[in-house]
T-cell receptor, first 110, second 116 residues
């Protein structure tokens, strides 16, 4: 079993839809949770960073962490074609290395 | 967010040559940098962790004599692919950890290596 599980998709939705991306994890020691967006042939860009259970909102993006269920989510409201990318969840504990999900390929159709 | 640069962005070389890739943190000092490799449509695979002033820690299965890492300063780490072969062709990405910002990790734009 992988430490972090993420549905690779692909996921295709119409413009304006609400997108929900999810990851589950098995290591209860993970403390910090991140969502990265990666466009084709580019490095990952940090979107959201949380270190506690609950919700964190930034513009159209909301990150949700449920440590009791070992489940994290990223919601994108009013999705735009420019949101089309691969979204990677990642997490770590202390000063340890990042553990990534497989990445979900998302396409927003105009 | 913080900025991490990589150079070159793209390199094409002949089999048997060595290639050096630079990773710089532009607006913060990174005691720890990481080197990843990414194949098409796959997630990032950690190759090694680079700590300033000490030897890099390599992940299982990564040849340390093949992929030489140097982290000589708090803002610069280099990855040298020695005696490159076509199977080394890949997308190499570095990241840097900001110790003063909850250990957030910022990625460079990546280097696409093609070995002919």
């Amino acid at each position: 079993q992988k430490e972090v599980e993420q549905d690779p998709g692909p996921l295709s939705v119409p413009e304006g839809a609400i997108v929900s991306l999810n990851c589950t994890y098995s290591n209860s020691a993970f403390q910090y949770f991140m969502w990265y967006r990666q466009y084709s042939r580019k490095g990952p860009e940090l979107l959201m960073y949380t270190y506690s259970s609950g919700n964190k909102e930034d513009g159209r993006f909301t990150a949700q962490v449920d440590k009791s269920s070992k489940y994290i989510s990223l919601f994108i409201r009013d999705s735009q074609p420019s949101d089309s990318a691969t979204y990677l969840c990642a997490m770590f504990q202390g000063a340890q290395k990042l553990v990534f999900g497989q990445g979900t390929r998302l396409t927003i159709n105009p | 967010g913080a900025v991490v640069s990589q150079h070159p962005s793209r390199v094409i070389c002949k089999s048997g040559t060595s290639v050096k890739i630079e990773c710089r943190s532009l607006d913060f000092q990174a005691t720890t940098m990481f080197w990843y490799r990414q194949f098409p449509k796959q997630s990032l695979m950690l190759m090694a962790t680079s700590n300033e002033g000490s030897k890099a820690t390599y992940e299982q299965g990564v040849e340390k004599d093949k992929f030489l890492i140097n982290h000589a300063s708090l803002t610069l780490s280099t990855l040298t692919v020695t005696s490159a072969h076509p199977e080394d062709s890949s997308f190499y990405i570095c990241s840097a950890r900001d110790p003063f910002s909850y250990n957030e990790q910022f990625f460079g734009p990546g280097t696409r290596l093609t070995v002919l």
